[in-house]
């Protein structure tokens, strides 16, 4: 099997690492890779944001399967076109991957599926945010909406640090488009821990946890990052836990989302918080995690090539738009 990885960061990194090791491929390329890639598999000179460039890629390079490591892609629509043109492709749809392109349509997909989240309310006005911060009280979180690159996610320990960041959002537009509607929830208190799982259309399996680091200072202090290192396994996510983060939260949103005509399909990332509530829904994410792929990939007992096409078998592709795909 010929293998496509696209993206250039160190996620990408361990999914080639771990292909490599997989029996079944024949030969990896990575687009656009960088020189740590290089050791293993052909680096094609193609943004992984250059869709049309990518395509072209997998006609040239004859390639079996397409696993998508980033999230711009795939928001972007790059699996769906993948599928139209008789592709295998490792990611969700355009529409399944609006639970990380838009935290409003994420959150508002828990509420009406009783999916364990924070209170929350979304707003493109700025006095109407301002007006629910006070009601909701500090602390609390301002989301830009969209893809932000992991800075997106602003926690406000008082209601002044609250208005600066809907400031910069909603009258700023520090973060451009993305910025131009956020949601406002309440702050949750305890462990946090990103939860992965397969999910092949409705069916779902657990891959593993891990923690990462997010704020920048020692201490858990100041801004959050995207993400500075990751570790597992994670002590509070013991098989009990699992199980309900499985039952509660991934298998809803799974079927949540079959039911509303996107039927999930690659590597579900869940943020979460484990409050003395249960395990509640902080964001969602449509790929493995950067850095969690690091320390949960080389855990994986087996080939990954063989894992990433072990849910439903490739079909012939129906009309564009149709549920008839060959994503995983």
Same mark, same amino acid.
């Given at each position: 099997?010929?293998?496509?990885?696209?993206?250039? +960061?160190?996620?990408?990194?361990?999914?080639?690492?771990?292909?490599?090791?997989?029996?079944?491929?024949?030969?990896?390329?990575?687009?656009?890779?960088?020189?740590?890639?290089?050791?293993?598999?052909? *680096?094609?000179?193609?943004?992984?944001?250059?869709?049309?460039?990518?395509?072209?890629?997998?006609?040239?390079?004859?390639?079996?399967?397409?696993?998508?490591?980033?999230?711009? &892609?795939?928001?972007?629509?790059?699996?769906?076109?993948?599928?139209?043109?008789?592709?295998?492709?490792?990611?969700?749809?355009?529409?399944?991957?609006?639970?990380?392109?838009?935290?409003? =349509?994420?959150?508002?997909?828990?509420?009406?599926?009783?999916?364990?989240?924070?209170?929350?309310?979304? =707003?493109?006005?700025?006095?109407?945010?301002?007006?629910?911060?006070?009601?909701?009280?500090?602390?609390?979180?301002?989301?830009?909406?969209?893809?932000?690159?992991?800075?997106?996610?602003?926690?406000?320990?008082?209601?002044?640090?609250?208005?600066?960041?809907?400031?910069? *959002?909603?009258?700023?537009?520090?973060?451009?488009?993305?910025?131009?509607?956020?949601?406002?929830?309440?702050?949750?208190?305890?462990?946090?821990?990103? %939860?992965?799982?397969?999910?092949?259309?409705?069916?779902?399996? &657990?891959?593993?946890?891990?923690?990462?680091?997010?704020?920048?200072?020692?201490?858990?202090?100041?801004?959050?990052?995207?993400?500075? +290192?990751? =570790?597992?396994?994670?002590?509070?996510?013991?098989?009990?836990?699992?199980?309900?983060?499985?039952?509660?939260?991934?298998?809803?949103?799974?079927?949540?989302?079959?039911?509303?005509?996107?039927?999930?399909?690659?590597?579900?990332?869940?943020?979460?918080?484990?409050?003395?509530?249960?395990?509640?829904?902080?964001? %969602?994410?449509?790929? =493995?995690?950067?850095?969690?792929?690091?320390?949960?990939?080389?855990?994986?007992?087996?080939?990954?090539?063989?894992?990433?096409?072990?849910?439903?078998?490739?079909?012939?592709?129906?009309?564009?738009?149709?549920?008839?795909?060959? *994503?995983?």
């Amino acid at each position: 099997m010929r293998v496509l990885v696209v993206g250039g +960061g160190g996620r990408e990194h361990a999914l080639v690492w771990k292909l490599a090791r997989s029996p079944a491929v024949t030969a990896l390329v990575a687009a656009p890779g960088n020189p740590g890639i290089a050791r293993h598999a052909s *680096c094609a000179d193609v943004s992984a944001a250059d869709l049309d460039g990518l395509l072209g890629l997998v006609a040239r390079e004859r390639v079996d399967l397409t696993v998508v490591g980033p999230e711009v &892609p795939l928001v972007a629509g790059l699996a769906d076109r993948l599928v139209e043109r008789g592709h295998a492709v490792f990611g969700p749809s355009a529409a399944a991957a609006r639970l990380e392109g838009s935290k409003a =349509f994420a959150k508002d997909l828990m509420a009406r599926h009783g999916i364990p989240t924070a209170r929350f309310r979304t =707003f493109d006005d700025a006095a109407a945010a301002r007006r629910w911060c006070r009601e909701l009280g500090a602390p609390l979180v301002v989301k830009a909406d969209g893809l932000a690159a992991g800075k997106g996610a602003i926690v406000c320990a008082t209601l002044e640090e609250a208005d600066a960041a809907l400031a910069r *959002c909603l009258e700023q537009r520090e973060f451009g488009a993305a910025g131009a509607t956020v949601v406002v929830e309440e702050f949750l208190r305890g462990e946090e821990a990103s %939860f992965f799982a397969l999910v092949g259309g409705t069916a779902a399996v &657990p891959l593993g946890s891990a923690q990462d680091h997010k704020t920048v200072f020692d201490g858990d202090r100041g801004p959050n990052t995207g993400g500075m +290192g990751a =570790f597992t396994p994670v002590a509070a996510m013991d098989s009990a836990a699992e199980a309900r983060v499985m039952r509660e939260i991934v298998e809803p949103t799974v079927a949540a989302l079959a039911r509303e005509g996107a039927p999930y399909r690659g590597v579900l990332y869940v943020g979460l918080m484990l409050t003395a509530d249960g395990p509640k829904v902080i964001e %969602f994410n449509v790929r =493995f995690g950067d850095p969690e792929a690091q320390v949960v990939l080389p855990l994986l007992s087996g080939s990954l090539s063989q894992l990433l096409l072990a849910g439903p078998k490739p079909q012939a592709p129906g009309p564009p738009g149709s549920s008839s795909s060959r *994503c995983w």
